[in-house]
C-alpha cells in the first residue's frame, strides 16, 4: 500500500480553522499526495477557503451535528467512507479534545492502532514514521506502522509551522453521519468561556506563568501583573490549576496549552515533566525559584534562585517605572 | 450503583525511565505503584457511591506478570474487588490492545452504571485508552471532566475545553474520564490496608477471556520502533543568587531581547 491520499481532521473555533489544523494541512503537503480534510463544524462551508488557502483540495463536511460531543458520530462517518473504499491512507489529528476522541473512537471501529503526541511525521517507503519525544522531550522515539491503513497519528500543537500553499477554495462534500446509537448520545447542555483579557496564552510573544512557589492563590496578581506589563499573557502549572487557584484554560504542559514565545518568565515553578513539555521549546526561557536544585534551571537561559515573592514586586516596580 | 475504575500500575515517576536497549519499551521492573492519576477515578468512584447509598466499586487492570501492589492501594481506598488480567502475553501492548483486554475486563467484572477513567496514564500518556474501550463496549463516553455528578440514570459532566468548560450529559451506562483534581483522594487508613489484604483479586489470562492472543500484546500492536535518540538538549545558560538585586538581571535581559 503506498500513502498517497492524505486527510487533516480539521476543528475550527469562532468560526476559523485552529492553528493546529493549518500546522497539519502545511505539513500533510510536504509529504506529498493529496490532502484532503474532513470536519464535522457546523460552518464546514465557511472554514473551506482556509483549508483551501493551506492546501486542502476537498473537505469532507459531516456536520453540523448539533449539541452532541463529536468523537463518536465523526468516527462513524469517516469509517464508513474508509468501508467504502473512500478513506485516506493517513489521518493526521491535533492532540485536542476533540481529535483525541475521534481518533479513539475511529481506532477501534477500524481495529487500527494509534500513535500519539507525536512532532514528526515521515513516509517510510510504503509505511508512515512518527516521532514522538518521551522522558519529558529528552528522548525522541522513531514508530513506525506495520499493518494495514489507514494509519492514524495525533501531534502536539506548534509541531510544525503553518504557511500557506496559495490554493483556491476547495470543493466541499457533504457526508452521512451514520446512527450511533446510545454511543453517541451525549448532549451538551451549556458551554462556559472563561473570559481572559490580553493575547492569548498560545499566541503571546511573552508569557508569565506562575506555580506552586506562589505560596497562594492570591499571590497569582503578581505573575498577571507581570504580564500585563510586558504585554504578555499569564500561564500556570497543572500544580496550581489542579488546586483551582487559575483556570484550567491557563495551564502550561503536556495536559494544557503547548506554547512558543519570544520570551518565557517561570515563576515559582519547579519544572516537572508535564510543564517542561509545554514550554521547552520557548526561544528565552527566564526561572525564578527557591530551590537551586529545580529541573527548570536546566533550561533557563536566565535562573534567578531567589523568592518570588521579593524578586517579582521589584522587577514589576522596575518596570513601572520604565513606563 | 456499580462503578468500574480502569486502574494502572506504573513504575514510580519520581524514578527516572529507562528504555530496555533491547526491545525499546519502557523498563517496568522494580515495584509498581498505583498511577496517581488513577487515585482520582477510585475516589470519584467511592464518593458516587456513596451518594447513591447502595453498591460496589470495582477495578479492572492489566499486567504482565501479576503484580498487585498497585491494585492493593485503590483496594485499601475502599474499592470491592479487582479483576487483574496477567498474562505474559500481554506486554508491549498499545493502547488499543489494553483496550480489548479492559473491555473483556469490564465485562466479567459485570458490567457497571459507569465506568471512570484517568484522562492519560503518567507512563504512556496515549491518552486513547478510555475512548477505545467505550467504542469497544459501545457506551456513550465524556472525557476530560473535572465535575462529575450522577441522577435520574444519567451521569453530568463538567468537562475541560479549550475556552473553558463544557456541561455534558448522557444516560447511564457511560465512560467517564477524570483529570487531577476532580476529587481529593483519599489516604488509605490502616483498617483499610488491612482489609485490602483479603479483598478478591481476579486474576486472568488472555485465553481466559475468550481474546485472541495475536491482537494483544506486541504481536496486536503492529508498530515497530525505528530509531531511538537524545533530543538535542538546551544548554542551562547563567544562574545566579538573587541578593535583592537579581530582578536587575532581568530587566537588562529583557532589555537585550528588545521585549522593553
Known sequence: MSVSTIWVYAESADGAPTSSTLELLTKARSLGGTVEAFTTAADAAAIAPALGAHGATKVYAAGPLGDVLPGAPAAAAIAALVEAGNGPDLLLFATSYEGRDTMARLSAALDRPVLTNNVEVALDGDSVAVTTPIFGGNTLVTTRFTGPGPYLASFRPKSFAAEESGGGAPEVVTVAVPDTGAAGATTVLARHVEERSGPKLDEAAVVVSGGRGLGEAGKFDLVEQLATLLKGAPGASRAIVDAGWVPYAYQVGQTGKVVKPNVYIAAGISGATQHMVGMKGSKNIIAINKDAEAPIFSVADLGIVGDVHKVLPKLIEALQAKG | ?260
Open chain 2, 1 to 260: 450503583m456499580n462503578v468500574v475504575v480502569c486502574v494502572k500500575q506504573i513504575p514510580d515517576p519520581a524514578v527516572p525511565g529507562e528504555l530496555d536497549p533491547a526491545t525499546s519499551t519502557l523498563k517496568r521492573e522494580g515495584k509498581l505503584i498505583l498511577d496517581e492519576s488513577d487515585s482520582y477515578g477510585v475516589e470519584m468512584a467511592l464518593q458516587l457511591v456513596d451518594a447513591a447509598g447502595g453498591g460496589e466499586v470495582a477495578l479492572v487492570s492489566m499486567a504482565p506478570n501479576s503484580e498487585t501492589s498497585g491494585l492493593r492501594t485503590a483496594l485499601a481506598m475502599g474499592a470491592a474487588r479487582a479483576v487483574l488480567v496477567s498474562d505474559p502475553v500481554l506486554a508491549g501492548s498499545d493502547a488499543l490492545g489494553t483496550a480489548k483486554v479492559l473491555a473483556k475486563a469490564v465485562e466479567r467484572a459485570g458490567l457497571p452504571d459507569l465506568v471512570l477513567a484517568a484522562t492519560e496514564s503518567s507512563d504512556g500518556y496515549t491518552g486513547t485508552t478510555p475512548e477505545q474501550l467505550a467504542a469497544l463496549l459501545g457506551l456513550p463516553s465524556i472525557t476530560f471532566a473535572k465535575k462529575v455528578e450522577v441522577a435520574d440514570g444519567k451521569v453530568r459532566v463538567e468537562r475541560q475545553t479549550e475556552a473553558g468548560y463544557d456541561e455534558v450529559e448522557c444516560a447511564l451506562p457511560a465512560l467517564v474520564t477524570v483529570t487531577a483534581g476532580v476529587v481529593e483522594p483519599r489516604y488509605p487508613s490502616f483498617k483499610g490496608i488491612m482489609a485490602a489484604k483479603s479483598k478478591p483479586v481476579d486474576e486472568v489470562a488472555v485465553a481466559d477471556l475468550g481474546l485472541d492472543a495475536a491482537s494483544v500484546g506486541q504481536a496486536g500492536a503492529r508498530q515497530e520502533i525505528v530509531s531511538v535518540a537524545a533530543a538535542e538538549a538546551r544548554q542551562a545558560g547563567e544562574i545566579i543568587e538573587d541578593d535583592g538585586e537579581a530582578y536587575l538581571k532581568v530587566v537588562a535581559f529583557l532589555e537585550q531581547l528588545k521585549v522593553i
